[in-house]
């Protein structure tokens, strides 16, 4: 079924025409490495651009209406185009974006995620989770004076955490002298395995002389009572904990992963789903952020209000029944492909809310990507399975459809 913001023809001038840079290979003027959809190449001549996005579809560049189970890697929880999302942002829109003074919302939009934090006093915004990590680990290494951090998972491509991050290194295999090391910023990363046997050992030992460990939650994270123990052993060694929600919050659990594992950090960083698709990223914490001598923001962007109008209308919606309605059809979705996935030796796993699928080693990621493209599913095969509340029973149906075709193709042949 298309909605008629989908059908609708958007033009576009030569300069404009995503098609003139979409070849592989192509000379400019987007540049080869910003080609790639997500860090993964759509390959095959699947249109990776589009021309409108409502609800749970998408229409892509050559008219052909896929399914959204990607959503923008996690951001879109409410489906595209909310409405309530258009009205709030056109509300502000006649003063720009950034103005030279801030915007009352900027205030009050950090009191409501201070309210749904239990442990924080004080929020910062930033546009991309990425930026609120960095800025967690500058408030740890300056409140800590130490310069190492435990990581559990991809916290985001600035460095330290980014692409010049040294070697993974586990905790079971470092050296004294490797530890001083350190990487191109002056950080040294120990990177942490969640399915180590011996995880909380080799947390008690890395933490040592560590500034913080980065704690995620995703379709690996072991059970909480694990959780808590990694938490324990870092905190008796003095390190401070963070817990990075950029993509799991308000979808691992709402309000926040607190529910769930009953833990309060002594940083949190929120992004992607706070705002259905509009860039923003909230770092909410206590006493680390009450003084400039651990943490002070310089960001020209920072206070920029569409988004915070966005965001918004986003904890409006999720609260009045968002969260229960993406909650639903999340839950369809993990309870049929926990059902169909048997069959074909595809495992589900994390949490109904949260979940990924696992591929046997004979199924190439690109070709299941692709093979659930032609059958008006985009899902990106090394992601969760990332729904929305857009999604009724009909989406739901028809994505467990496709997923069988896929697997009958790629997988039986």
């Not at 000379?27 to 190449?41: C, E, R, Y």
């Not at 435990?150 to 980014?162: K, M, Q, R, S, V």
Request: aromatic share 8%; hydrophobic share 45%; proline share 5%.
């Amino acid at each position: 079924m298309r909605d008629d913001v989908l059908t609708r023809d958007l033009d576009s001038d030569s300069r404009g025409d995503p098609r003139r840079a979409s070849g592989t290979g192509a000379k400019g003027p987007l540049a080869p490495g910003a080609q790639v959809w997500h860090n993964f190449a759509l390959s095959a001549g699947r249109p990776a651009f589009f021309r409108a996005a409502k609800g749970a579809r998408v229409l892509t560049e050559d008219g052909t209406t896929l399914l959204d189970l990607y959503g923008g890697s996690g951001t879109i929880i409410l489906g595209h185009g909310n409405q309530a999302q258009i009205d709030a942002v056109r509300a502000v829109l006649d003063s720009g974006a950034t103005v030279s003074l801030r915007h009352p919302l900027e205030p009050r939009l950090a009191g409501r995620v201070v309210d749904l934090c239990p442990e924080a006093e004080y929020a910062a915004f930033f546009k991309t989770g990425s930026e609120a990590v960095h800025a967690a680990i500058t408030a740890c290494i300056r409140a800590t004076g130490r310069r190492k951090v435990l990581t559990t998972t991809y916290h985001g491509w600035l460095l330290p955490l980014g692409y010049l991050k040294p070697e993974n290194r586990s905790a079971a295999n470092r050296t004294s002298a490797r530890e001083t090391t350190g990487n191109a910023s002056g950080i040294d990363v120990v990177d942490l395995d969640w399915q180590s046997p011996n995880l909380v050992e080799e947390v008690r030992a890395a933490a040592q002389g560590a500034a913080c460990i980065l704690v995620t939650p995703n379709a690996l994270t072991p059970g909480a009572p694990i959780v808590r123990a990694v938490v324990r052993a870092a905190r008796d060694a003095g390190a401070l904990v963070v817990f990075d929600e950029v993509k799991a919050g308000f979808r691992y659990a709402y309000p926040n992963v607190t529910a769930v594992w009953d833990l309060r950090p002594d940083l949190r960083v929120l992004s992607k789903a706070m705002g259905n698709g509009f860039p923003i990223a909230a770092l909410a914490g206590g006493e680390l952020l009450a003084s400039e001598a651990t943490f002070s923001l310089f960001s020209t962007y920072a206070s920029e209000f569409v988004s915070m109008a966005a965001a918004s209308a986003c904890l409006d919606e999720l609260a009045g029944g968002g969260y229960d309605a993406f909650a639903r059809a999340s839950t369809a979705l993990y309870e049929g492909l926990r059902e169909i996935g048997p069959r074909y030796g595809v495992a589900v796993r994390g949490i109904p809310t949260f979940f990924r699928l696992e591929l046997p080693g004979t199924v190439q990621p690109d070709v299941l990507c692709r093979a659930l493209y032609d059958r008006g599913v985009l899902y990106h095969p090394l992601d969760e399975v990332l729904a929305s509340a857009a999604y009724g029973s009909a989406e739901v149906e028809q994505a467990l459809a496709a997923f069988t075709g896929a697997f009958d193709e790629t997988i039986l042949g």
